[in-house]
């Protein structure tokens, strides 16, 4: 049977097809790096247009397979499903590449969130996380001149005008300064402020009719706060800023590491920083299962240690972000997407993980679900309803024992999330501080998934919630002991949330 993806990803799918298999995706790869096109940071009005025309171009080519179908065989059924399959895969990549900004980063979530896209379409959109139409090396070079002054001949001891990754914003080029040290430098597409302004134009549309899905949903603070974010997400500045924060707060950790920033090297739209190496998200998946787990271990710590001992939260979990060494090691990149959150925000946290967690009080849960603002106080739903609804989503730290996250529960995780069915959903809402929550759960819950990581999770979060800080269950966790045992409070991050 062709695998069925999330209600969430209907709309992507009038644009992709739906169904399985995996036929042809090779051939598909080759046409694909021989039909890179220029970038485009076009205006509102012209990127609408351009996604319109993909819709229409899908829209034909499905109404013609269906035509096709009708007295076709099983196996000349599915032959051509693979067909239509690999053409939408390659319509729906192209395009999202181009226009670059949200609509791509849209097209990277979607390739790792849900395991239920049709193979060859997960493949496509996968090639966004790295390896996106780049922008031509004059181009490049130019923008990094008008940045820092002189040309990147010139500004460095060798220069590499190949880039080595291109992604929504920016693309990334190997360097080596005048002093010798290896570097890589991220350019700004020139004109992604724009195209992205027009992209969140649309995002009182496609709010609004999130609606017909959550119908308490409030899509002012949801709109504001990822404008807030994006915006930030612009500015190298505060790039830098953010991954200086998290590199001293990490600094000599055991198997977790963020690369240094050249301030020097740094503007608005340039961003410098220590070269980086380590095998890729899909090359760490054929390691060992004992090594997958301790992969899947670390991600879980730097995610929930930077949220409850930091204070802050790394927002874009795509595999790209991430570097990985044998032994659970983890280079950490890309903080354009960080929110810091207040102690009364973790005060929240807190307070749904005990009622849920540790005391199993649905009366109390779903007075801390309410005090959170995702709730409405006078939903006509009961305590128990509620505490059902939102189990699913601690399923794998209620117990104090090994549990595998699977593709099966991160995919079943996102469907809970659009459950248009449930009652709860009806009288939910978004507050702002749970946007991006929801963003890195989603996602660290697929990344996961597809390690198919196993681990005593509830042992490990109560390392890491600091009401618990309990001692470390794991080889992993005694490093990380000893690691802070040579830190102050302040270097640890104890905040007050005990």
Known sequence: MPARPGRRLRWLLVLVGVGG?????????????????????????????????????????????????????????????????????????????????????????????????????????????????????????????????????????????????????????????????????KVQYPGVADAIAADLGNADLLFGALRLVFPGLDPGPVTAELRARIAEELDYRLEAANQMRFARFFAGHPFLHVPTVHPD?????????????????????????????????????????????????????????????????????????????????????????????????????????????????????????????????YRFVRDAEPYTITPEYASATVRQTFNAQSPVTRHTTLPASFVLVQRINLGLYALLGRIGATANWRRIAEELWPWVDAGPSTPLGRAEANWLAGRSDDQSGRRATK
């Open 21 to 185: 298999g995996t036929a042809a995706t090779a051939r598909w790869r080759r046409r694909r790096r021989a039909s890179r096109g220029p970038v485009s940071t076009t205006g509102r009005a012209e990127r609408n247009a351009q996604l319109v025309g993909l819709g229409g171009r899908v829209g034909r080519s499905m109404a013609l397979h269906r035509a096709r179908t009708v007295f076709a065989s099983a196996p000349r059924r599915a032959e051509l499903t693979a067909e239509l399959q690999l053409r939408t895969a390659d319509e729906v990549a192209r395009t999202l590449g181009q226009l670059k900004g949200a609509m791509m980063k849209i097209g990277q979530m979607a390739s790792y969130l849900d395991d239920g896209l049709p193979a060859p379409v997960r493949d496509a959109l996968a090639t966004l996380q790295a390896d996106a139409p780049a922008m031509s090396p004059d181009l490049a070079a130019a923008e990094i001149e008008r940045e820092l002054g002189a040309h990147p001949d010139e500004l460095f001891d060798r220069w590499d005008p190949v880039p080595i990754a291109a992604a929504s914003i920016g693309q990334v080029h190997r360097a080596v300064t005048r002093d010798g040290r290896a570097v890589a430098v």
């Open 265 to 393: 090297l740094s503007t608005a739209r340039v961003l410098t920083t220590e070269l980086a190496t380590g095998a890729s998200f899909a090359e760490m998946l054929t390691w060992s299962e004992d090594e997958r787990n301790r992969t899947g271990e670390a991600l879980f710590r730097f995610v929930f240690r930077s949220l409850y001992r930091l204070g802050a939260f790394n927002a874009d979990p795509h595999p790209g972000n991430y570097l990985f060494r044998p032994g659970g090691g983890i280079t950490l990149l890309d903080f354009g997407l960080v929110r810091n959150f207040a102690d009364d925000e973790l005060a929240r946290f807190r307070a749904m993980i005990s009622t849920m967690v540790i005391d199993h009080d649905p009366t109390a849960f779903r007075r801390a679900v309410e005090d959170a603002g995702l709730l409405a106080r006078s939903a006509p739903v009961d305590d128990d309803e509620v505490a059902e609804f939102y189990s699913h989503f």
